[in-house]
């Protein structure tokens, strides 16, 4: 407890002070939740959780004091939130009315009750781990479901029968997949009986809400532990199926790789290949989640484009584009955000390009193409296609970390000469118009993509050489008979 307590030392006076406050008015507040959890875990709270018996009009009287701006956007759910600056320091607080959820079964939408007690409020919260409290000021210890002995063990429990609380949401169960990847915990046997019975009432849940937990499971330190539990308890079948549909049965000959364990060993290498938070953007700062969506999913096209081939062998044609249609179906599914769904298919696209490069054999024309393609997505190119190789054959993956190896230098070396990052055609849109006596339209776009191609083709070869290729491609046009 002491060691807690010397966790939480930095907002200790935060914590005093408003304990204090509510108690001279007469009401108990409780820091409640995760950071009474990451305190005895050793780690430093990203949030503080606040639990009170105050009503909603009670607490924001209390802030509007305390703080100097107060919002209730929550209030629906008993939540008024603060802000107070004081010596240039800016302190945020959330506090929360005791509640007692219930929900109609149908829509998920929680029916707001509010608690009578701090207990009563406890009772309601997902798992045991998250029903532990400190009484403010006091700092006395609460936990009525034995959290901290859960935790000590490493066990997932829920404080009331696990069918009743994954029955009143759902989703908790996918928090406790997350929660594996984020803190090392494993559900209880009778929690994880419960996941696998009850996966199908994942389908009532929005897509939004799911999407926002496989997020945080991705952006956590061990996703892989929380995808495999995702996959075995059925869940992964009503949030993510293109998943365990990588689970291809192995043919008698082995002629090709477990591709579900493929995957999450590229996600895994691919995380090794992030560089630091507050690293440079070329060095890909971790967690990078559109790196890590794409090395989940730059396989999922194969189960649909598996071959096996008379003369023995399996092959997987353009299971790359394949992949990428269904990366951008899947995560508009789960209303991910656009860029997000274009960047991720996109590099699930681009992932197979290198192995095209063999031994070295690619033209300055290839190697510009393969620049411009990914585009600002390079660096992340570099190291999805990196950890895409998990050849347990030592030479055959020197030999291919030697070949992209090389295959970075001319990239740097062509970037530095040529600034491909903004390359464009030698004669913009309105040089092209007067060299051909055309119109801006369709015709127009046709010639600028033709010198594009010119430009990444031979690196500049300057404007009257462009205007000179220019008229000699117009020729054959028919559109120039026309004129």
């Given at each position: 407890?002491?060691?807690?307590?010397?966790?939480l030392a930095p907002v200790l006076p935060l914590l005093t002070e408003l304990g204090a406050l509510f108690t001279q008015a007469g009401h108990e507040l409780a820091l409640v939740g995760g950071p009474v959890r990451d305190a005895f875990l050793d780690r430093t709270p990203p949030d503080l959780d606040f639990a009170?018996?105050?009503?909603?009009?009670?607490?924001?009287?209390?802030?509007?004091?305390?703080?100097?701006?107060?919002?209730?956007?929550?209030?629906?759910?008993?939540?008024?939130?603060?802000?107070?600056?004081?010596?240039?320091?800016?302190?945020?607080?959330e506090i929360t009315t005791y509640r007692a959820d219930a929900y109609d079964g149908v829509t998920r939408k929680p029916v707001v009750a509010f608690g009578e007690s701090l207990e009563e409020d406890l009772v309601r919260r997902d798992f045991t781990v998250n029903a532990m409290a400190l009484?403010?000021?006091?700092?006395?210890f609460v936990d009525p479901h034995g959290g901290l002995a859960d935790l000590e063990a490493g066990w997932l429990r829920t404080p009331a029968a696990p069918e009743v609380s994954f029955g009143d949401d759902p989703l908790r169960m996918l928090r406790a997949v997350r929660f594996v990847a984020q803190l090392g915990l494993d559900p209880a046997p009778e929690v994880y009986a419960a996941m696998q019975a009850m996966a199908a009432s994942l389908e009532i849940v929005s897509a939004e809400r799911i999407r926002d937990e496989l997020v945080k499971l991705l952006l956590a330190p061990r996703p892989r532990a929380g995808l495999e539990l995702l996959t075995i308890s059925g869940l992964a079948a009503y949030?993510?199926?293109e998943l365990p549909a990588l689970q291809l049965e192995v043919d008698e000959h082995h002629r090709h790789k477990d591709v579900y364990d493929h995957s999450l060993i590229v996600l895994e290498q691919a995380i090794n290949l992030e560089g630091p938070a507050d690293g440079p953007a070329e060095s890909v700062p971790g967690p990078d989640l559109v790196l890590r969506l794409a090395a989940l999913l730059h396989d999922i096209g194969k189960p649909a484009t598996r071959r096996f081939e008379p003369a023995g062998g399996v092959s997987f044609h353009h299971h790359?584009?394949?992949?990428?249609?269904?990366?951008a179906k899947r995560l508009k599914a789960l209303r991910f955000d656009k860029e997000t769904i274009k960047a991720v298919s996109r590099l699930v696209e681009l992932h197979l390009r290198f192995h095209g490069y063999g031994d070295g054999a690619w033209t300055d024309s290839a190697v510009r193409r393969y620049i411009t393609d990914a585009g600002p997505l390079l660096p992340r190119l570099h190291r999805l296609t990196r950890a895409d190789c998990t050849t347990r054959n030592v030479r055959k993956a020197q030999r291919l970390s030697r070949t992209y190896d090389e295959l970075e230098r001319r990239i740097g070396l062509l970037l530095e000469q040529e600034e491909l990052a903004a390359v464009r055609p030698e004669l913009d849109g309105n040089e092209i118009a007067d060299v051909l006596g055309i119109k801006p339209g369709p015709v127009l776009g046709r010639a600028y993509k033709y010198l594009l191609s010119v430009r990444l083709d031979e690196g500049p070869i300057g404007p009257e050489a462009a205007a000179d290729r220019l008229r000699t491609w117009w020729a054959d046009q028919p559109e120039s008979a026309q004129l």
């Open positions: 407890m002491k060691q807690a307590v010397a966790r009170t018996s105050a009503s909603p009009d009670e607490t924001e009287a209390i802030l509007r004091a305390w703080g100097t701006a107060t919002w209730d956007m929550g209030r629906e759910f008993g939540t008024i939130g603060a802000r107070r600056r004081v010596g240039g320091v800016e302190t945020i607080v009484r403010l000021p006091s700092l006395e949030v993510l199926p790359e584009v394949v992949g990428a249609k269904l990366t």
